[in-house]
Every structure is written in C-alpha cells, then in structure tokens.
C-alpha cells in the first residue's frame, strides 16, 4: 500500500524560503520508472502542478515558477522535498505530493502519467 | 502554456447521468486523466488514460476523448458522487508538464 504525508510550516512570512517533505512508504524512488510530484491548490481554486522528480534524479518543474522551486530526493529516507523561494501571500495553499507510477525494461521505460495516490496535504499560509 | 478548460458547475439530479467536459486545443492526441475531490480531501483518480478505472472505482465513471474535447461521464449519479473534479494531461517535450483543468463542481440535486 502506497502511503505519502507532506510536513513543514504551517505559516511563513512574505519573502521567506518555504521547504516542504514528502515523506512516503510502499514504494522507493530508486525503482526504475517512479516518480513523485508536487501539486498546491489554493483555497477555493484548482489544482496546480508545480515539480516532480523521477527515479533517475531528472526533475521537472512548472515554467511559471521554475525559477523558485527546487526539488529533491533522499532515496534512504524515503522522502522527497520542495523548496519555494520568495514566498508571497499568494503563494498561500495546501501543498501535497503524490505518486506517479512506472517501470523500465532493460533501456526502455513506460511512464503513467497520472498521480494515483496522494498525501493528505499540508495547508501553508504566507502573511506576515 | 497549454489550458485545460472545464465549465465551473454541472448540477444532476441522482440516479441521472452527469457529463463533465474538458476542453483542450487537439485532446484528442493526448491521454486525459480524471480525479475526484471531496471537502476538505486529497484528489482521487478515478479515469486514467481517457477511459479506464483503477481498481475500486465503480463502472459508473467512464471516460471519453475526441478532437478538442474530453468528457468525464457518471452514470445513475449518487449523492455520494458530490464533488470538485478536474482533468489532467500530460505534455511531453523537454519540459514534460502536467496541466490540470480548471475544475467542475458537481452538484447532486
């Protein structure tokens, strides 16, 4: 079964850098074709996507906040992170990570690319 | 950017049959994924790949993609199937970008 919860602050101040962890069971990063993700939603508002990294360390990220993010992995841990500079009242939503499953035979890998399970969410509110 | 364009509200009567569309420049040529968002809960996938169910989600939710539309169909609605519902695609190329809609209230009368 396929377990992630995220931690970090509930409340930053505007500027400050945000660092959130994704930490998960049932699966590890070091499976070949995984990846995790992180989404935010504002209140009231739709998902958005914002950075995944996949098992070979390849990252991804939004272009509309890619110089902000950063994302990263401890393999060991079982745990993923995500940086956010420059926090900004806008910025304020609940943050969660989420699976993205796939598999890789000899060279070539198959990728899902869809989150089938999700954290619970952390809700983070920037005001100062 | 890519947009993925949903109405905001589709209101169904239970028993009846609820279409949610998802509007997207030639959807059609990409795999279209749904979720379920219950208050104050994660997203649920309920559709991957336009038309098929993970396990535990019943056969009333199906899917359909054609041309600059895709379409999240629940059948012999139930008040329980109440919720926030949002497509999602995946845009291959160097920057591999996942894009969610702008999500549907489903509101059972």
């Known amino acids: 079964q396929i377990t992630l919860k995220e931690s970090g602050p509930t409340l930053v101040k505007p500027t400050q850098t945000l660092t959130l962890t994704c930490t998960f069971s049932?699966?590890?990063?070091?499976?070949?074709?995984?990846?995790v993700g992180w989404i935010r939603q504002p209140p009231g508002k739709a998902l958005e996507w914002l950075a995944l990294?996949?098992?070979?360390?390849?990252?991804r990220y939004s272009p509309s906040l890619k110089n902000r993010l950063t994302i990263s992995k401890d393999t060991s841990k079982n745990q993923v992170f995500l940086t956010m500079t420059n926090m900004d009242p806008v910025d304020s939503a609940t943050y969660y990570c989420?699976?993205?499953?796939?598999?890789?035979?000899?060279?070539?890998?198959?990728?899902?690319?869809?989150?089938?399970?999700w954290g619970q969410g952390t809700l983070v509110t920037v005001s100062s | 950017s890519y947009v993925l364009t949903q109405p905001p509200s589709v209101s169904v009567a239970p028993g009846q049959t609820a279409r949610i569309t998802c509007g997207g420049n030639?959807?059609?040529?990409?795999?279209v994924h749904w979720y379920q968002q219950k208050p104050g809960q994660a997203p649920v996938l309920v559709v991957y790949?336009?038309?098929d169910r993970p396990s535990g989600i019943p056969e009333r939710f199906s899917g359909s993609n054609s041309g600059n539309t895709a379409t999240l169909t629940i059948s012999r609605v139930e008040a329980g199937d109440e919720a926030d519902y949002y497509c999602?695609?995946?845009?291959?190329?160097?920057?591999?970008?996942?894009?969610f809609g702008t999500g549907t209230k489903v509101t059972v009368l």
């Open positions: 790949d336009d038309n």
């Open positions: 990294i996949y098992w070979n360390d390849d990252k």
């Open positions: 989420a699976h993205r499953r796939g598999y890789c035979i000899s060279d070539r890998c198959y990728e899902y690319n869809w989150f089938d399970s």
């Open positions: 999602q695609v995946w845009i291959s190329g160097s920057d591999h970008l996942y894009v």
């Open positions: 049932g699966f590890s990063l070091s499976t070949s074709g995984l990846g």
């Open positions: 030639n959807i059609g040529s990409k795999s």
